[in-house]
Nanobody, 124 residues
């Protein structure tokens, strides 16, 4: 069992920045691929970013590439999402997710553990 807790969401003006954090429980954090997903009202949950268990590889959705940066600190069992130049279209609930075993993926179905989400609202 893995528990993921997101924090750092909030209200920000367009063009601003937020840094999301995800704290993971357990003793196997270094064996897991981590990801960030988001879901806006009435829409499917969509991929945002993912990072390999070692932190050596990352992938981003085209919509956030160049603006968002995912990182992890395995010593702290944490993963982060730095979000810059936020746009109204970024408004969503952001979820931290973890796989059971290593294996980078952009698919919701590949992730076994999910946090409760943190709301990010970008005002125009």
């Amino acid at each position: 069992q893995v528990q993921l807790v997101e924090s750092g969401g909030g209200l920000v003006q367009a063009g601003g920045s937020l840094r999301l954090s995800c704290a993971a429980s357990g003793r196997t954090f270094t064996s897991r691929t981590m990801g960030w997903f988001r879901q806006a009202p009435g829409k499917e949950r969509e991929f945002v970013a993912t990072i390999t268990n070692s932190g050596s590889g990352t992938l981003y959705a085209d919509s956030v590439k160049g603006r968002f940066t995912i990182s992890r600190d395995n010593a702290k069992n944490s993963v982060y999402l730095q979000m810059n130049t936020l746009q109204a279209e970024d408004t969503a609930v952001y979820y931290c997710a973890a796989t059971r075993v290593p294996g980078i993926s952009i698919s919701v179905g590949s992730y076994d553990y999910w946090g409760q989400g943190t709301q990010v609202t970008v005002s125009s």
